[in-house]
């Protein structure tokens, strides 16, 4: 079983994404850390059952022997939604019924928290980054530590010329949050409810 763990807003650079996001919301973000791994950097916002992730390429790390997850390293344009992660509990499991493409398991860390993560070696997932990253987490997870903004998913829109195959690969998902439409490219949209009311992400 699958469920949507967090939401990922890609930057060129972290301030800037962190900026955009907090005037689109209208809420602070909270501090997130760095991945070694990838020599990426984040903030966070929690929304309950599951949480929202700036990220951009650390330049304050070396840049890493292979490419960067979220297909960071051809990022380009404003601060913008442009993957989603879901959770699994067996993560091979998951991985033996994603699309190809999916993915190989990295064992990850960062700060006491610890995970595997599917992550495709040219850094590209399924059906253009429309199809979830996958990631098992192994000890606290990060809505435990984050402050509570009053932040909650009401929608997540994931649009996608071959709308009907990609609701079939993710067939093990069963969110009411999650609607999965034609569109003529691949595009995230969420509503997010904020005490300020219901605004958008995308």
């Known amino acids: 079983m699958l469920r949507i763990d967090h939401l990922a807003v890609s930057a060129l650079e972290l301030e800037e994404g962190v900026a955009a996001v907090e005037s689109a919301l209208g809420l602070s ?27 951009a390429a650390d330049p304050g790390a070396p840049p890493p022997p292979w490419p960067r997850w979220f ?18 509990d067996d993560l091979d499991r998951a991985l033996a019924a994603a699309p190809a493409g999916s993915g190989e398991p990295v064992d990850l860390r960062r700060g006491d928290f610890s995970w595997r993560m599917a992550v495709p ?23 435990d530590r984050l402050p509570d903004r009053g932040a909650r998913l009401h929608r997540l829109e994931v649009a996608h010329p071959a ?31 904020t005490p300020h009311g219901r605004r958008v992400l995308e």
């Not at 960071?72 to 699994?88: K, V, Y």
């Not at 949050?177 to 997010?192: D, F, Q, T, Y």
């Open 163 to 193: 709308a009907e195959e990609l609701r079939s690969a993710l067939m093990p998902l069963h969110d009411p949050r999650l609607v999965i439409v034609a569109g003529p490219a691949k595009a995230l949209r969420a509503e997010i409810d």
């Open 71 to 88: 297909d960071l390293d051809h990022f380009a344009g404003p601060p913008r939604l442009t993957n989603w992660i879901c959770a699994t």
């Open 29 to 55: 973000l909270a501090a997130g850390g760095q991945h070694p791994h990838m020599a990426t950097h984040n903030r966070l916002l929690g929304m309950g059952d599951l949480y929202l992730e700036v990220i």
């Open 121 to 143: 070696g040219d850094g590209k997932l399924p059906f253009g980054g429309a199809f979830p990253a996958l990631i098992q987490w192994q000890g606290p997870h990060p809505t």
